[in-house]
């Protein structure tokens, strides 16, 4: 089993940042890759980034490329999203959540990954 827990969300101005971070325990070696979603209220859930290996192999959606960044501490093994030039279309739960095969990291959906964080809030007020 692998345990994830997020933090760092919380409310933001437009145009402001913040930093999610998603703390791994458990089995963390059966771990293929990470991503983070994200889920606004009435709007499936959606990918956002996600990243593998030493962080060199990383993925974004259009929605986020160029103001998210993800990244990763393995000494701490710890996932960020550092998150720039928020807009309010960016408010959602947003969840960590970790695949643990090739097959289930490349899904998209979310659907097929294995584990998953309890969620934090991001809220960006215009």
């Known amino acids: 089993q692998v345990q994830l827990v997020e933090s760092g969300g919380g409310l933001v101005q437009a145009g402001g940042s913040l930093r999610l971070s998603c703390a791994a325990s458990?089995?963390?070696?059966?771990?293929?890759?990470m991503g983070w979603f994200r889920q606004a209220p009435g709007k499936e859930r959606e990918i956002v980034a996600r990243?593998?290996?030493?962080?060199?192999?990383?993925y974004y959606a259009d929605s986020v490329n160029g103001r998210f960044t993800i990244s990763r501490d393995n000494a701490k093994n710890t996932v960020y999203l550092q998150m720039n030039s928020l807009s309010p279309e960016d408010t959602a739960v947003y969840y960590c959540a970790a695949a643990a095969s090739a097959a289930h990291y490349y899904d998209l959906s979310g659907s097929e990954y294995d584990y998953w964080g309890q969620g934090t809030q991001v809220t960006v007020s215009s």
């Open positions: 458990g089995r963390i070696n059966s771990i293929y890759g």
């Open positions: 990243i593998r290996g030493s962080g060199v192999s990383t």
